[in-house]
């Protein structure tokens, strides 16, 4: 079965600090994986996405992530966090026909 | 181009009350998905459809449905209502994507409390 696992519910960091979002998945087949981010009230914006290739990938923003088949993780990171970063983040995993699996979510804080 | 528009934003509805919800794809999406969110049980695949045809169904009672039309619009329903479907319901459209390798552009979502 299908799961993702993002550890942290809260991280908190100050601004310019680094950041990294920790995420697990649990897969059968080839994981396709996402990076969503989500404003209050808002929708679900894509920050970058995992299909095959290159492990690590790069988003909008300045983030990247690195897909790590072996530990099965695809950790979403930022060298240099800006105030406007603050926000929910949501990994998820493309389980087909659009079914996207996603974690409970990791809210950031950023501390002026 | 205009993304994924979601319509109403906000509506307040009682227990035992049916609402329907909209939802217009980015232009050339012809597949559509909906989720509902909630603090609890977080995001959570209600149903996906393409060319009017429901291709997969998350688990959720029957009490949940949609439909879509010739044009991609797709709208979904739900029917006696319960003080638990309070959530935000987010639509997102797709080009097609009947593997995982796809990507969704989400629309800002219709938040429903049900009192």
């Known amino acids: 079965a299908q799961s993702v696992t993002q550890p942290d519910i809260h991280i908190t960091v100050s601004e310019g600090a680094s950041l990294e979002l920790r995420c697990n998945y649990s897969?059968?087949?080839?994981?396709?994986l996402f990076w969503y981010v989500q404003s209050p009230g808002q929708g679900l914006q894509l920050l970058l996405k995992y299909f095959s290739g290159d492990t690590l990938v790069q988003g909008i923003k300045g983030f990247e992530a690195e897909f790590k088949r072996s530990q099965s993780s695809f950790n979403l990171r930022k060298p240099s966090v800006h105030w406007s970063d603050a926000a929910e983040y949501f990994c998820a995993v493309g389980a087909g026909a659009n079914n996207l699996f996603f974690g409970t979510g990791t809210r950031l804080t950023v501390i002026p | 181009k205009a993304g994924v528009t979601q319509t109403p934003r906000y509506l307040i509805k009682t227990r035992g009350q049916q609402v329907t919800l909209s939802c217009s794809p980015i232009?050339?999406?012809?597949?559509v998905s909906w989720y509902q969110q909630t603090p609890g049980q977080g995001l959570q695949f209600l149903f996906e459809?393409?060319?009017?045809?429901?291709?997969n169904k998350g688990n959720f009672p029957g009490r949940f449905s949609g439909r879509q039309f010739s044009n991609s619009r797709s709208e979904m329903n739900v029917s006696t209502l319960e003080l638990g479907d309070s959530a935000l319901y987010l639509c997102?459209?797709?080009?097609?994507?009947?593997?995982?390798?796809?990507?969704?552009?989400f629309g800002a979502g219709s938040r429903l409390t049900v009192l």
């Open positions: 459809y393409f060319s009017e045809t429901q291709r």
């Open positions: 897969y059968g087949a080839t994981p396709y």
């Open positions: 232009s050339g999406h012809r597949s």
């Open positions: 997102a459209s797709s080009r097609d994507g009947s593997s995982g390798a796809n990507v969704l552009t």
